[in-house]
Every structure is written in structure tokens, then in C-alpha cells.
């Protein structure tokens, strides 16, 4: 569990991780990891979060690996250095990057130790540590997301009253978890850059607390095709708890292990930058 204040367009970053009811029960390390950082410019935040496969031997490694790749890299030559940057530069400079923390990665996972000399025992020695990820870059009004599996992320908006959007579903259609130590990673990123001039908050959460943070669209009244939906009062109701505690991570965490979140059986994760309240 942390919290943090950056010297980003922000004050208050926060997030929490907490082993999931399944994993306890196995006595499974929690695989999930988190990190958020500040860009070169201190104009942008970065927030990553990560699953680890959990069939694979060395996964809460690769989920530390993941978040840690991508807030070095995501950091580097954010487009608001430039002053002018507009929604065609940010989704060319998020395409390179998001295919830089794949090659990044990959390279890494490669140059462990215990690893062999061929390229198909290179390729074991990466998916060993296979991992999910799912980013944003924070530059008021513009949040950009990339992400590789089934993780996700909603933007908060002061409208008022403050409001919560899924811009980062997690995929519905996949027949299988993509990670980046997957073949297909750099085809199967995601990416989304969304303008909000009333960009109040971003929110980003591991697979594992989707039965908590999301509902079915059949609770609100909607076709299956609309996507699950955020459940109400999970990201605003968890934000007005953040910044009350002044950024403490205190309320994540107690929300990921309360009861409701027994229902959740992977680790649960949720980082979080928000903006002060009003």
C-alpha cells in the first residue's frame, strides 16, 4: 500500500494492492504490481499497474518488471514537452512508446539470469515472467492509456457532479489473456487518447477487481454489446475517499479488502491521481 505527492499537474496519487481470496486460500504470493512517476518535464504522471500470469513460476517478477518498463519509458519525451501538441501527436508518440515497452520488456525478460542461448528457450525465459499491463500518461486535458491483457481504466470528470467513464474496458471477445511476452503484444496493445478539459481523476485497476468495480449492463437498463459499466460509487465514491484522507491510500485499501471484496478471487489493485477536489 502507498501514497504519494508528485510534483506533476496533480496532488494526489494513491494505490493499493491486496492478495485476492483465491490466492490466500492456495498460499499464492500476490502477483499483481503497481507504480506511478513523475514525466522528465514534471508536466505528466505515469501510473502503471500489472498481473503476473499465475501459472507461470517467476509471474509476480514479471508484474513488477511490466510497471517498472513502462513508467521508465512512458516518462520519457511526453508530447506536452513540446507546448503544442496535439490528439495526432500524442497517438503517434503512444503507439512508439507502447511498442517500446514491449521491445523493452522482451529485451529484459531475455538478459535474466538462468537464461539459455536459443530463440526458442529466450522466448520460455520471457514468458516465464509473463505479465498484463495496462498505463496511462496524465497531462491535463489529455490522458492517454495503452494497454496489453485484461486490466482496465476509467477517467473521472468534474462536471459537476464528478463522474466516472470506462474509457479502458477489459476485453470481452479475447479467447486468451494477451501478455507482452506474448507473440502478438505489440498487435494486440490497446491504446485510447481521450481530451478533457474537465479531466478530474484517472483510475486504473487489475482484472482481479472487476466484480467489485464493475457492473453488467443489464444492471443499468443496457444491451450486453454496451460493456460492462462502472459500478456506482466504486471510482467517485473511492476518489472523494482519497483526497478526504488528504491522498492516503488508506480507503483503497480498505475497500479492496472488505467484504464485498470477497467476492474477488485474484489480487486486487487500484492506482489512482486525482485532481483537488472542486
Request: proline residues 6%; aromatic residues 6%.
Amino acid at each position: 500500500m502507498t501514497s504519494a505527492r508528485t510534483r506533476g499537474p496533480w496532488p494526489f496519487v494513491a494505490g493499493a494492492s491486496v492478495q485476492g481470496r483465491e490466492h490466500r486460500a492456495r498460499g499464492r504470493e500476490n502477483q499483481d504490481a503497481f507504480r506511478a512517476a513523475v514525466s522528465d518535464d514534471g508536466h505528466a504522471i505515469v501510473l502503471a499497474v500489472s498481473d503476473g500470469a499465475g501459472s507461470q513460476e517467476r509471474s509476480s517478477l514479471g508484474s513488477h518488471l511490466a510497471v517498472d518498463v513502462a513508467c521508465q519509458t512512458l516518462t520519457a519525451h511526453v508530447p506536452a514537452q513540446a507546448g503544442q501538441a496535439g490528439l495526432a501527436d500524442w497517438q503517434s508518440w503512444l503507439s512508439a512508446a507502447g511498442h517500446g515497452v514491449v521491445d523493452d520488456y522482451l529485451r529484459i525478460a531475455a538478459e535474466l539470469p538462468g537464461r539459455a542461448a536459443t530463440d526458442d528457450e529466450r522466448a520460455a525465459t520471457a514468458h516465464s515472467v509473463a505479465a498484463t499491463l495496462t498505463a496511462a500518461v496524465i497531462c491535463p486535458p489529455w490522458a492517454a492509456f495503452l494497454s496489453i491483457g485484461d486490466c482496465f481504466g476509467a477517467v473521472l470528470v468534474a462536471e459537476p457532479p464528478e463522474r466516472c467513464y470506462l474509457v479502458l474496458p477489459p476485453p470481452t471477445h479475447s479467447e486468451f489473456t494477451v501478455f507482452l511476452s506474448s507473440s502478438s503484444a505489440r498487435a494486440r496493445m490497446r491504446s485510447f487518447v481521450v481530451w478533457e478539459p474537465e479531466l478530474s481523476g484517472v483510475m486504473l485497476a487489475t482484472d482481479g477487481c472487476a466484480a467489485l468495480a464493475l457492473d453488467h449492463p443489464a444492471r443499468r437498463g443496457l444491451e450486453p454489446a454496451a460493456g460492462p459499466q462502472p459500478a456506482r460509487g466504486f471510482f467517485v465514491g473511492l476518489a472523494d475517499a482519497v483526497r478526504a484522507s488528504d491522498g492516503d491510500a488508506e480507503p483503497i485499501h480498505r475497500l479492496l479488502s472488505g467484504e464485498q471484496a470477497e467476492r474477488c478471487t485474484d489480487d486486487l489493485t487500484v492506482l489512482c491521481a486525482l485532481a483537488a477536489a472542486g
